[in-house]
């Protein structure tokens, strides 16, 4: 069974940057389309960002755009979230997911594995 571990969240000044990493016990990691979550208090889990098998075409939300990059390494069966310039509303449970149906990259029920989250706190 597929297993996500979430890592590199943190308490951070706005402006600043953190990198999350979400790494896949899996024998075969290249297939997947991986995407990137998140989940604030009280708010439903919004779609953050996502990445094909090569890691050539990436799509992300309005609200990251320019400021977070997703990018994979599969020899290490590993998916990153690069994430600068931040911001107090950035502030959620950031979750990694495997795409396991076909659909909008968008659609958190396309994805069919998930990690348990790392926490991301942006301090004003």
């Known amino acids: 069974q597929v297993q996500l571990v979430e890592s590199g969240g943190g308490l951070v000044q706005a402006g600043g940057s953190l990198r999350l990493s979400c790494a896949a016990s899996?024998?075969?990691?290249?297939?997947?389309?991986m995407g990137w979550f998140r989940q604030a208090p009280g708010k439903e889990r919004e779609f953050v960002t996502a990445?094909?098998?090569?890691?050539?075409?990436?799509y992300a939300a309005d609200s990251v755009k320019g400021r977070f990059t997703i990018s994979r390494d599969n020899a290490k069966n590993t998916v990153y979230l690069q994430m600068n310039s931040l911001k107090p509303e950035d502030t959620a449970r950031y979750y990694c997911?495997?795409?396991?149906?076909?659909?909008?990259?968008?659609?958190?029920?396309?994805?069919?594995?998930w990690g348990q989250g790392t926490q991301v706190t942006v301090s004003s």
């Open positions: 990445i094909n098998w090569s890691g050539d075409n990436t």
């Open positions: 997911a495997i795409r396991q149906a076909p659909g909008p990259l968008t659609n958190q029920y396309g994805y069919g594995t």
């Open positions: 899996v024998r075969t990691f290249i297939p997947y389309v």
